[in-house]
């Protein structure tokens, strides 16, 4: 019945337009014919001088991270998926970096990525160690030649950078923060320019150090105090933050190189949002936002030409 209707209707209203259009002599123009939308400006073709074509290498880790039930030969290794959507939810791409393959292999790849990071696990010594080392002296060598490359140590990877810069196998120390999650206390007027916390929205900052935003999973760690003793520690980092275990047992949080764009962190940026595994993980808003903010920070560092370290004339102030 309706239909009915509608079409006298239409056909009456089309003839009244052509009609009026005939009347005015202004031809009758369909939206995106007249200058009633501003015109949209065309999108310029990539500039091929510049990279946006982010690419990170991750360091697998010895085993398969499964206790064996995966994977029980002893030379596999494993990159837990969080690293991975870590890397890609900021818009790079990952290049594994597998520990065991041949060392010329390693360093060939390690000359197509953008950056690297070093993820948590358990393995403190042998080829794993070695190869840890040697990539990080490879990052050094490359940022004094003028290769603006990051790198991200997390978790054991902070402990493994704590070893090798102090040159102390034994520096480390034991603490109870296994499946906890923490706070993140910054240290008095510490000067976040420069560091991953830099962009860092101030509400959020502000909740970092009121609410367990961050995952912490670790047996050892290093207190504030003893790093600040060991000038090879405190002359090349800056501590950022500290958090409190278990028994209220103090130890450095995040670290940031002062001439280096090597950040070390003892807490886990990627959990937050990709991991289900352990009850700690906090899942809230906000922390996913820190996931975010950090994949954000370290996937874009690599390209900040504009990044200026903040080297300071204090170098191992007391906290
Ligand atoms: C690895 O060994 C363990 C213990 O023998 C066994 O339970 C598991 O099924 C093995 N995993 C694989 C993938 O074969
Ligand atoms: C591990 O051992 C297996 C079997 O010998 C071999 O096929 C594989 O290539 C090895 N992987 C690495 C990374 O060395
Ligand atoms: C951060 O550092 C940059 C470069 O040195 C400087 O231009 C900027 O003003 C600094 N911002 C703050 C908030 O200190």
Known sequence: MMNYLWIPMLIALSKEL???????GVPLLLPSETHFYPKVPRCPAPDPNLNFRPVIGILSHPGDGASGRLNNATNASYIAASYVKFVESAGARVIPLIYNEPSEIL?????LVNGVIFTGGWAK????FEVVESIFKNVLKKNDAGDHFPLLAICLGFELLTMVVSKDNNILEGFSAADQASTLQFVNNVNINGTVFQRF?????????????????????????KFQKTERLCSFFKILTTSADEDDKVYVSTVQA????????????????FEWGLSGIPHSEEAVQVTQHVANFFVRRGFDEVYIF???????PKL
């Open 107 to 111: 360093h060939e790849k390690l000359d």
């Open 125 to 128: 010594s042998g080829l794993y």
């Open 258 to 273: 002062h001439k280096y764009p090597v950040t070390a962190v003892q807490w886990h940026p990627e959990k937050n949002a």
């Open 201 to 225: 929205p101030p509400v959020l900052l502000k909740k970092l150090s009121t609410e367990c935003l961050v995952m912490q999973n670790h047996r050892y760690g290093i207190s504030p105090e």
């Open 310 to 316: 903040d080297i300071l004339k204090n170098r191992c």
């Open 18 to 24: 052509a009609a009026n259009a005939q009347s005015t």
